[in-house]
């Protein structure tokens, strides 16, 4: 069992073009640097100076983790994580 | 060039009117880069100058696209006292490489789409099919 990570057209650059890749942790902040040992590159487009940079929406199945637990949310087996752009400009 | 129907077209404007003076904003699902289903988006912002997908609303929608094998092909929002052109704002947001960025001013009555791709700007011609009948 693993976790699914369903990535964004923006940054399937990291992932070979996946669509969805696989990855473990115990917290979303684990599972960042567990993507990040095999997709290098990605952890720098999703946080920033420790915090989720603003410009994406991160999910733990259907939650926004912001309202979650940020960086600190559990994560478990089984979880699916997906990655979008925020929409959003001026 | 962005080809899109005049009911697509005439839906984004009148959006943009009844939001006005707050910016409206959207997407126009489809496949193989042709628009056509109509998806309004509540600004969560609500405020004159910025426009801000719900997160919550974002996910249920790209969920939606996805389930039927859709891409966001337009994504849409309107100006509100400045012309049709993207905002540096606009510009340091967008994300998806492969959708027409459509501004709609309600001042001036403009109407144009864009690319925009690490960072650059590309205006491109907008073509309106005309419904028979």
């Not at chain 2, 309004?40 to 790209?62: G, L």
């Not at chain 2, 052109?85 to 709609?104: C, G, K, M, Q």
């Amino acid at each position: 069992m693993a976790i699914e990570v369903r990535i964004p057209t923006i940054l399937r650059t990291y992932t070979d073009g996946a669509k969805a890749v696989d990855a473990s942790g115990g917290t979303l902040e684990e599972l960042i640097g567990d993507l990040e040992s095999r997709h290098p590159g990605l952890r720098a487009r999703l946080v920033d100076e420790g915090k989720l940079r603003r410009f994406v929406n991160v999910y733990l199945n259907d939650e926004d983790v912001r309202f979650l637990g940020g960086l600190g949310t559990p994560v478990a087996d089984g979880d699916t994580v997906t990655v979008l752009p925020a929409v959003a400009g001026g | 060039m962005l080809t899109i129907s005049r009911e697509l077209v005439d839906q984004i404007v009148a959006h943009a009117r009844e939001d006005h003076p707050d910016e409206a904003c959207g997407v126009i699902a489809g496949r193989d880069g042709v628009p056509e289903r109509f998806v309004r988006m509540e600004n969560a912002e609500r405020s004159p100058t910025f426009y801000r997908f719900d997160s919550m609303e974002q996910f249920r929608v790209w969920r939606d696209m996805d389930d039927r094998d859709e891409e966001p092909v337009v994504i849409y929002h309107s100006h509100t006292a400045t012309e049709a052109y993207p905002s540096r704002t606009d510009v340091s947001y967008a994300s998806e490489p492969y959708a027409h960025y459509v501004l709609y001013s309600t001042e001036f009555d403009q109407f144009r789409s864009f690319r925009i791709v690490d960072g650059v700007i590309e205006e491109e011609e907008v073509k309106i099919l005309e419904s028979n009948g």
